[in-house]
């Protein structure tokens, strides 16, 4: 069992940054790939970025490559978002999912078994 909670949301002006954490507490932190997803009203979760168990690897969705950075601390059980040049479009709910199992990153929602709460964030025009 993994247990997530996400923080770091808020309110902030187009072109502004946020900075996204997630503390998981449970089974070893370490051995777990990381993603961040987000689901904006009446759309579907979607992929924004991925890491690997060991950091080595990371992944982005177009629409947030080169503004988006993921990063992840196994010895505080911490997985970040680094989020600058946001725009009006990124506004939504933003979840840190986690798996126990695997050594490459992973996108899509039904390769990840543990889900945080969510915490929104709203970009303002």
């Known amino acids: 069992q993994v247990q997530l909670v996400e923080s770091g949301g808020g309110l902030v002006q187009a072109g502004g940054s946020l900075r996204l954490s997630c503390a998981a507490s449970g089974r070893t932190f370490s051995n777990c790939a990381m993603g961040w997803f987000r689901q904006a009203p009446g759309k579907e979760r979607e992929f924004v970025a991925a890491?690997?168990?060991?950091?080595?690897?990371?992944y982005y969705a177009d629409s947030v490559k080169g503004r988006f950075t993921i990063s992840r601390d196994n010895a505080k059980n911490t997985v970040a978002l680094q989020m600058n040049s946001l725009k009006a479009e990124d506004t939504a709910v933003y979840y840190c999912?986690?798996?126990?199992?695997?050594?490459?990153?992973?996108?899509?929602?039904?390769?990840?078994?543990?889900w945080g709460q969510g915490t929104q964030v709203t970009v303002s025009s």
């Open positions: 890491i690997s168990w060991s950091g080595g690897n990371t």
């Open positions: 999912a986690a798996r126990t199992s695997g050594s490459a990153y992973y996108t899509s929602v039904y390769e990840y078994r543990y």
